[in-house]
């Protein structure tokens, strides 16, 4: 039986639709690394760069901006790590719905009107540095206070992203979808296992794609543009669901003050092509990416 279209499965209805319809126009743009332009804006190592959401506001939204400006469709909030689990860490748990609150405002706040705006989520960090050593309810409690604030702040959509864990995506969608209304974007990190691709609980690309089938966009980000390829290759085969793809910039050769990603936005514009094969609908960078990335690959794939 042939596949349907996956816009014609995951419509949203109402206002939610947003998402839905601009996907319909073709490929979507998403903006690339905010860490990486806030390194460059002066963040030092171990600073956490969602408290900048408070402290140097102009600065998160002056890199929102130079997103916009290149023709990203939608920018992606400075809450990478603003879950309550990791902001503990640093004895900011109290301020997770101020950080939160503040970066979708500044998110919304940049450029002219008509942009969209996700509301980021990341790892909580207990999967892959304690072994998961936190409750299963702990961490989805962290994601469901997390997807609350974003949600009621106004947000367009949630990217529930750089998940390396199979199960711990899945806890993070199954709390979007019980606490939010707009649609969910999932990506996770597959590393290379001998000659597979794979999730560091060993889930293959096509496992990962079907298990997180009640998302509106699924795919992977913060790997080569190689492997990007290879994993969206695997999930094509395997679901009709929209997919996203954020490679980075290559890996930093940190002996360089200040670091340096080695991959140009050129370079990366001619490697992303392939990918246009594979029908994604949701295109950004990540790790070492930024506007001048972004510009090329929106260039590059415009004159495709």
């Given at each position: 039986m042939a596949l349907r279209s996956p816009l014609d499965m995951h419509d949203v209805p109402g206002d939610q639709n947003r998402l839905h319809e601009r996907l319909t126009r073709g490929v979507l743009?998403?903006?690339?690394?905010i860490g990486t332009m806030l390194q460059a804006k002066g963040?030092?190592?171990?600073?956490l760069a969602e408290l900048w959401n408070l402290t140097q506001p102009q600065a998160v939204q002056e890199i929102h901006d130079a997103y916009l400006k290149v023709g990203c469709d939608f920018i992606?909030?400075?809450?990478?790590?603003a879950n309550p689990l990791r902001l503990k860490e640093s004895g900011l748990g109290g301020q997770t719905e101020a950080i939160n609150a503040a970066a979708v405002q500044l998110a919304r706040g940049a450029g002219a009107a008509g942009h969209l705006v996700a509301g980021t989520i990341g790892p909580t960090g207990y999967f892959r540095k304690r072994g998961h050593t936190g409750s299963s309810q702990n961490?989805?409690?962290?994601?469901?206070?997390q997807v609350s604030g974003l949600v009621h702040e106004g947000v367009d959509l949630l990217v529930i992203?750089?998940?390396?864990?199979?199960?711990?995506?899945?806890?993070?969608?199954?709390?979007?979808?019980?606490?939010?209304?707009?649609?969910?974007?999932?990506?996770?990190?597959f590393f290379e296992k001998g000659e597979a691709l794979l999730t560091l609980d060993d889930a293959p690309p096509h496992d990962a794609v079907r298990e997180l089938a009640a998302a509106q966009v699924v795919g992977c980000n913060c790997m080569n543009v190689e492997c990007v390829v290879e994993v969206l290759r695997q999930m094509r085969e395997a679901t009709s669901l929209p997919l996203i793809a954020q490679p980075h910039?290559?890996?930093?050769?940190?002996?360089?003050?200040?670091?340096?990603?080695?991959?140009?936005?050129?370079?990366?514009?001619?490697?992303?092509?392939?990918?246009?094969?594979?029908?994604?609908?949701?295109?950004?960078?990540?790790?070492?990416?930024?506007?001048?990335?972004?510009?090329?690959?929106i260039r590059s794939v415009r004159r495709s």
């Open positions: 743009f998403a903006d690339g690394a963040l030092r190592p171990g600073e992606q909030t400075n809450t990478f790590g961490i989805r409690s962290a994601f469901e206070e992203e750089t998940m390396t864990h199979l199960d711990e995506a899945r806890m993070a969608l199954q709390a979007a979808q019980t606490c939010a209304s707009v649609p969910v974007v999932v990506s996770l990190v910039a290559g890996l930093p050769m940190k002996h360089q003050k200040p670091v340096v990603y080695p991959l140009t936005p050129e370079e990366m514009a001619h490697q992303i092509l392939p990918l246009l094969e594979l029908t994604p609908r949701i295109l950004g960078g990540c790790c070492g990416t930024t506007p001048a990335h972004l510009d090329a690959v």
